[in-house]
């Protein structure tokens, strides 16, 4: 997050499903979302920073080349995600079970 929008690279990651969907939930917060090219020195003077994958969903970044991200806990735009993330998956329309038992 910087100045109130939130950037992800547009070249050199994976166009992931977990990525799109927290794309989606910002907007749902009226929060622009934008693709484009990301220096370090945008990393390093954003005021939150997360990575997004399948395994992990949101993953606060808390220290950047040893300098503290904001305040050096995931900030509340963050934390809002990855609660609206978490709560999708209790969604049937956004989940689907797998029965484990034979």
Not at 5 to 17: F, N
Not at 19 to 38: C, F, G
Not at 53 to 76: K, L, M, N, Q, Y
């Amino acid at each position: 997050m910087s100045d109130g929008c939130l950037v992800s690279p547009d070249e050199g990651v994976l166009p992931g499903i977990t990525r799109k969907t927290v794309i989606e939930l910002a907007e749902r917060m009226n929060i622009e979302a934008q693709l484009d090219k990301l220096k370090p020195r945008d990393l390093r003077t954003a005021q939150e920073v997360f990575l997004t994958s399948t395994a992990g969903g949101i993953v606060p970044v808390r220290s950047i080349d040893g300098a503290t991200v904001g305040e050096g806990e995931p900030g509340p735009v963050t934390m809002r995600l990855t609660e609206m993330y978490w709560d999708l998956h209790k969604d049937p329309a956004y989940s689907t079970p797998i029965n484990y038992e034979k």
